[in-house]
């Protein structure tokens, strides 16, 4: 018996590849100001600004590589798939390693880190590592409607309602490397545990929504992960 797997992941996942989290005393938030740089105030306010921090995470992002725990993942989804079982992989992170691990069935909720859209046209779009204000879009041509193709603070995440169905009838959830401070994706695991889901949180620490969880496996995501696939794949 395999059932339906939804799988959300936070930053916690890429630390071991050398992309910073968030609200960890060495993250991000700690050196720069999410709400002179993560906010769409922020962006019509200073866009050069904004431009220059998401610039210099692309290019730490290009030499990123995934880790043994998105290549578990991604063996977890063939495997899963094959027996039958349904599966979603939902990420908030904005990099693209579940992808170069071999992710398929997966859903950006923040937004991607190597895309832009254009507040002209709509368009979304591969971005250079320099994006600028004076940047013109590929597709309709004008300068300065161009901005990272992120979800920031105040706005809606993507596809909310693929992952609000996945929620409602899985049989698993398993949250990864997030502190569950951000909303809507703090609120998946209490969905899921309304539809009888069994409910996992895999993380180096303990978070404000641990007590939901059925089951916690503690350790870094890189050796935590590929142990608890294992598990599981054993078990259906
Ligand atoms: C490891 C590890 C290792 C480390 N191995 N583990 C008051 C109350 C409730 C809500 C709100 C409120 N005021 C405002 C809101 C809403 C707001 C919100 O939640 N704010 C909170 C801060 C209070 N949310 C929004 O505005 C969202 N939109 C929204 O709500 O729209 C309305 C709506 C409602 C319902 C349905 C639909 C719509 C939008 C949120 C956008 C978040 N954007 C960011 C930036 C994205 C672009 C970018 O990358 O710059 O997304 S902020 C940042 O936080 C980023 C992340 O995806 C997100 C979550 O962070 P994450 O991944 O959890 O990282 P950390 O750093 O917090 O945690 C890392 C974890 O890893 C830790 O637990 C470590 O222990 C662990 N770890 N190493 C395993 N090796």
């Known amino acids: 018996m395999t059932g339906s797997l939804v799988i959300l992941t936070g930053a916690g996942i890429s630390a071991e590849s050398g992309l ?21 105030e922020a962006f019509a306010a200073q866009p050069g600004r904004v431009h220059e921090f998401y610039n210099a995470r692309r290019g ?6 995934p880790h043994a725990a998105h290549e578990a993942l991604a063996r977890l989804e063939r495997d899963w798939l094959a027996r039958g079982g349904d599966f979603l992989l939902v990420t908030q992170n904005v990099d693209d390693l579940h992808e170069q691990a071999g992710s398929q069935r997966l859903i950006h909720m923040h937004g991607e880190l190597k895309k832009m859209r254009c507040l002209g046209c709509h368009s979304v779009m591969e971005a250079p590592l320099g994006l600028g204000t004076d940047t013109a879009c590929p597709r309709c041509s004008q300068p300065g409607f161009l ?11 993507l596809e909310m ?32 545990g309304q539809a009888g889901a069994r409910l996992t949180e895999i993380n180096l ?17 890189s050796e935590a992960v590929p142990r608890w696939v294992e598990r599981i794949l054993a078990q259906t």
């Open 20 to 40: 910073g989290t968030f609200r960890d005393p060495d993250g991000l938030w700690a050196k720069f100001d999410w709400q002179a740089l993560a906010t769409p």
């Open 147 to 157: 901005r990272p193709n992120v979800v920031w603070f105040g706005e809606i995440p």
């Open 205 to 221: 620490a303990e978070t404000e929504t641990s007590p939901q969880f059925h089951e916690r496996v503690s350790g870094p995501a």
């Open 161 to 192: 309602d693929v992952i609000f169905q996945a929620l409602e009838t899985c049989t698993h959830f398993a949250a990864i490397g997030t502190s569950g401070t951000v909303y809507p994706a703090a609120g998946f695991s209490q969905v899921a």
């Open 60 to 65: 730490n992002l290009a030499a990123a590589r």
